[in-house]
Structure formats: structure tokens, C-alpha cells
């Protein structure tokens, strides 16, 4: 299956960054008089400026259309561009972009269609925004969270599954082989039961649910025994228990968002994994404790209520960027 721009040349990263300076700047409200015309003289001067200013102002078609008409490169490019979108706010969009949301959406998209960014080939998958529930070859169940990959690598001796990025729990059938469930930063064995695992970029969350598992960080030669109702973090430091977190970590599979006293800011990141674009939560809020169940299939609204809760207003700079700010 061919994408947008398949029979188009490559762009550079340097002219990809460039055209999406030009639209932040353009779409900011803050643009001076002099900057349409000089946009218009950087598209002008060359005509992979021209290409890559067309493949932004294409990029909304994309999305809205392709979802129906291919739904395949619609998983594939929202899984991908979310991803890389978190990569890219933490290393580098506030210093290249000044935190732009279009600039941060912006590159993992038109990157994504040069090639430079991976795409996941997982055996099973979620989009953005998408929960979805599987039922593994052992017949035990897998339901994958918003933007998730999971693979299968079992053989007659061990049941293996790899999260490649996500979140899933497993609801293990019971077999003569052991169940191991592989993430980023580390394992869980378990026989039976029922078990959560949450990747994050330094760490992955273990929460045990029903039976009991063994789990492992990278690196780490000793295993240590997890119970029901037991959550662990598992990171290049080691294995550390966590007592009161600040939400209910198996809420979406009921289609809910369910935090307790969490910070503003926290629970903006939470709502930005069901949603593809950027997040801003003005600094004067962050710290707003805020407790509530959300229901997921409308982040608008959670925004909204978010807001209101906060003593704050909810405001739409783009489609793709939407920010909590003082009233």
C-alpha cells in the first residue's frame, strides 16, 4: 500500500523543520507584518520549500480522510506519529520549536513519510485514542490501551508476548508453559492470573491483579515475587513498589480516566495518550490537584471539564493544539 507521498522526493530534516517554523509562526497571532512575505520568498527560493509547505497543508486532508478510505495507514501513521510526537516534546521542542504543538506534530508527521521514522509491525495494535481486546493463540486475553504494540514470540516451551510500546493487561490462560511478558525495562513470569504492564520512556509500571508473578528489571540478576493487588516500577535502577499512586491504572479498559488528587499537568499528559496534536497547561495551573472519572471516547470534554475544575478556560490555538490557561 502506497502512502501521500510516496512518488515525491524525500525532504531533508533541516527544510522539514524550516516549513514548520514558517506555519508556527504564521498561525501564532504573534507573526509580524513582515513575515507572510518573507514566508512567501522561502517557498519561493526553492522547490523542496514549496514540497514541503504543500505536504503540511496536506496533513489535515490526511487525517480526516484516510482513517475511512485506508484504515491500515491510518493506524500505522497515528501509532507512529504519537510516539515519535513524546520523543520529540521531551528532547527538543522547546528549544528548536518553542514548544509548538504543530511543529512537534508537525516533524513526526512529514518525517514518518520520508522514511526516517519506524513504523510498528506489531502482530497486534492500537491507534491513538483506541482500546481494543485480543485473544492470544493460548487463548488468554490481551486487551492493548491507546497506541499500543504487542507481539507474539512463543514456542512450545514459553509463552511470550513483547510489548513494543503501550500499555496491555493480560488475563493469562492456564498451560503447562510459563507466561512471560517482555517490555522495555524489564520481565514478568507469570502461570497464571491476571497482570498490567504500562511502558513508559524510563521506566514500565507491573500491576498484578489476580494471582501472583515474578518480575525482573534489565540488567538485574535477582527476580522478585509481585502479589495481587501489588504495582511495581521497573527501571535500570532496579524493582521499587509504588503505595498510592495517583490513578487507576486498569480504568480504561472500563473506557474511563480515574485519578486522585493529581497534579493538572499529570493528568493532561494522561488525556495526551488518547489524542493525537499538544497539550499546554499553563504553569500557574500545573499544580492544581484534580480528582474526577473522565470518560475517554471525548478528551474535549475532559479538557473542558479539566478546565472548569481548575478555575481555568480551555482554549484552541489549532485543531492539533489545545491548552488549559488561567482565566
Request: aromatic residues 6%; charged residues 25%; hydrophobic residues 40%.
Amino acid at each position: 500500500m502506497s502512502t501521500l507521498f510516496d512518488t515525491q522526493p524525500p525532504l531533508s530534516e533541516d527544510i522539514v523543520q524550516q516549513a514548520i517554523l514558517w506555519r508556527i509562526r504564521l498561525e501564532s497571532g504573534e507573526a509580524g507584518f513582515g513575515v507572510p512575505d518573507a514566508c512567501l520568498t522561502w517557498r519561493q527560493s526553492h522547490p523542496d520549500h514549496e514540497l514541503a509547505w504543500q505536504r503540511l497543508a496536506k496533513m489535515d486532508a490526511v487525517f480526516e480522510s484516510t482513517a475511512t478510505r485506508a484504515p491500515q495507514l491510518a493506524r500505522d501513521t497515528l501509532v507512529s506519529t504519537d510516539s515519535e510526537r513524546r520523543k520529540i516534546t521531551r528532547r527538543r521542542a522547546l528549544r528548536m520549536l518553542g514548544g509548538s504543538a504543530f511543529g512537534v506534530v508537525g516533524i513526526s508527521m512529514l518525517a514518518n513519510e520520508k522514511g526516517t521514522l519506524s513504523r510498528f509491525n506489531a502482530d497486534y495494535a492500537t491507534r491513538v485514542g483506541e482500546r481494543m481486546q485480543f485473544v492470544l493463540p493460548d487463548s488468554s486475553s490481551a486487551w492493548l490501551n491507546t497506541n499500543t504494540a504487542l507481539n507474539l514470540n512463543s514456542d512450545r516451551d514459553l509463552r511470550q508476548v513483547s510489548l513494543a510500546h503501550g500499555e496491555v493487561q493480560l488475563e493469562v490462560a492456564s498451560d503447562s508453559r510459563p507466561f512471560q511478558v517482555v517490555s522495555q525495562h524489564g520481565k514478568a513470569y507469570t502461570t497464571g492470573g491476571r497482570i498490567l504492564v504500562r511502558q513508559e520512556p524510563d521506566f514500565d509500571l507491573v500491576e498484578v491483579q489476580a494471582g501472583e508473578a515474578r518480575l525482573q528489571a534489565v540488567g538485574r540478576p535477582t527476580e522478585i515475587l509481585a502479589e495481587a493487588g501489588q504495582l511495581h516500577k521497573l527501571s535500570r535502577h532496579g524493582s521499587t513498589r509504588v503505595s498510592n499512586p495517583g490513578m487507576d491504572y486498569s480504568a480504561w479498559i472500563e473506557g474511563v480516566l480515574s485519578v486522585r488528587n493529581m497534579p493538572l499537568k499529570q493528568v493532561l499528559d494522561e488525556v495526551s495518550r488518547y489524542r493525537t496534536g499538544f497539550l499546554r497547561c499553563d504553569p500557574a495551573l500545573a499544580g492544581v490537584q484534580v480528582s474526577g472519572v473522565y470518560q475517554l471516547h471525548d478528551t474535549d470534554r475532559i479538557l473542558q471539564a479539566l478546565a472548569r475544575s481548575a478555575n481555568g478556560v480551555l482554549r484552541y490555538r489549532t485543531r492539533w493544539w489545545a491548552e488549559v490557561v488561567t482565566s
